[in-house]
């Protein structure tokens, strides 16, 4: 029986959760977890039939790393190349977009000097969300992420540079 695409992406969403949960229940150091996601997106992306699914594989593993590097309390110098390539790549969706923009800002208690660049991206994050109908899901819970992260900001003293 032939694979459809839909199928390979099931196993595709299915592989990278699995590699993700033993990553996360190994305690891997940031160098391992950070070389065995690009490693599991390389095998991938030799999968992938077409040039929109191996960019697509590569927007979906980048979250993937910005948020263990949050969540590692990492510096500008591993941080920031991070966010540059999500932002050259594009992001796979909107939640994505939202969730990348209030990382960056909630991390800005370790790296102060990038508030401009952090706050002018939540502001077109939420500039994007006001264009969506207010009884939209995704706009209520961007909107309230983005306060949130506004919040942790504020709490540390820093506010958008305007």
Do not use: N
């Not at 077409?50 to 980048?62: A, D, F, G, N, W």
């Amino acid at each position: 029986m032939r694979r459809t695409r839909e199928d390979w992406w099931k196993s595709v969403a299915e592989r990278r959760d699995d590699h993700l949960i033993k990553l996360l229940k190994a305690k891997a150091p940031w160098p391992d977890f950070k070389q065995a996601i690009r490693a599991q997106e390389a095998e991938l992306i030799r999968e992938a039939q077409t040039p929109v699914e191996r960019r697509h594989i590569q927007q979906l593993s980048m979250p993937v790393l910005l948020t263990e590097a949050y969540a590692r309390g990492l510096e500008w110098d591993e941080f920031g190349p991070l966010v540059r390539r999500i932002q050259r790549l594009g992001y796979a969706d909107m939640t994505h977009r939202i969730h990348v923009a209030c990382l960056f800002v909630q991390s800005l208690p370790r790296f102060p000097e990038r508030a401009r660049q952090a706050f002018a991206m939540l502001d077109g994050v939420e500039g994007s969300l006001k264009r969506i109908r207010k009884s939209h899901y995704l706009r209520k819970e961007g909107m309230e992420g983005i306060a949130h992260a506004r919040a942790v900001a504020a709490a540390a003293g820093i506010s958008s540079p305007k």
